[in-house]
């Protein structure tokens, strides 16, 4: 449970002022800047001081399919915001090259020097359980895009994503494979070295058992794989009608590819990291009948979709992805928290990011509760010539 901001620090100041001890904000100061505060609500908000968003993404490295982006699509949203006027942000952006010790130097740079209301990010749940703990202990309001792992808005009040978990993406991608394909018996396969992966895994373990589906051949590998001939061969052996597999780009490449290869034709379910056209492109032919569970579709009729996907084609050279449309929406997000108490401070920002009901998004309504976890449908997708349709 969240407490208000007015009440927790009237309760800590109290207490602090009645064992005569000083109170202090210096680990904090975003959260005690009056400049900070505007005048107005809602659409009326202005707000003088420039508020500053700090934006943790793997730019660089393994997870650079995603992270480039999601620096796209914050940046876009923010220009966006800046450009209806009340409130200037500026984002800081950092690289956390796809790498824990990087993603907390990055953290600790935008919460101590750049002193930002908030962060956007990191891009993978794996940094997400380290930074996180340093976000939640400094009181600075992190928000995910992309972190899909179990248990990440359990981490603190200041922890909030607008990432749809993992565990709703399959629980709606598995059903749908089952009922396209037919599916009484799969292998899965998965990542044992990376915590979206693993936390993936046991929820498809989960699913499966719920749908009433075999398993019949289970194999892990680790993150920097490249060699899967004795996973598949387990795999081609067991004759599954599909192929559960949840692992990042670097190791879905050449695990499907040598799949295919092998002679191993069954279907493919994948995971979050598998809603990529950069994945799709490195796959070459064999992406053909990928099927994943997801956030947002190009297809989806909803609000602003069409205008977005036209003005970031145009921006940017290239149509966005899922990964640049949650980053853009939580730009939206952000605002709508900042906007509701016309007050970009830490503990602002952290009452009212958990307030946001049904807000009307390009990825549909999408809410955040009290406890920092997202509310929002999953599309199911399948890769056809090389494109996402919905299944
Ligand atoms: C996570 C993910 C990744 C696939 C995002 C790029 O979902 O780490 O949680």
Redesign the pocket.
Known sequence: MRLKSTTGAALAAAALLATGACVSDDTNQASSDSALSGSGTGADCTIDETVKIGAVFSLTEA?AF?GTYQQEGLAMGFEELNAAGGITYEVIQEDDKTSVEDSVAAFGKLIDRDEVSAIVGP????MAFTTYTDAESAGVPALGV????EGIPEMGDYIFRASLP?EVALAASIPAAKEALGLAKVAVLYDNADE?TTSAANTIKDVLTDEGIEIVAEETFETADTDFAAQLTSVLEAEPDAVILSA?PGATVPLVKQARNLGIEAPIVGG??FNSPVLVGALEDASEGLIVGGAWSAAADTTGNAEFIANYTEKYGRAPDQ?AAQAYTAAYLLDQAIRADCDANREAIKDNLGQILEYDSILGPISIDENGEVTQEAVVQIVHDGAFTLL
């Open positions: 997870a995603a891009t993978l749940s794996n992309s972190t899909t792992a993992e979206f990042l979050n990291a990964f």
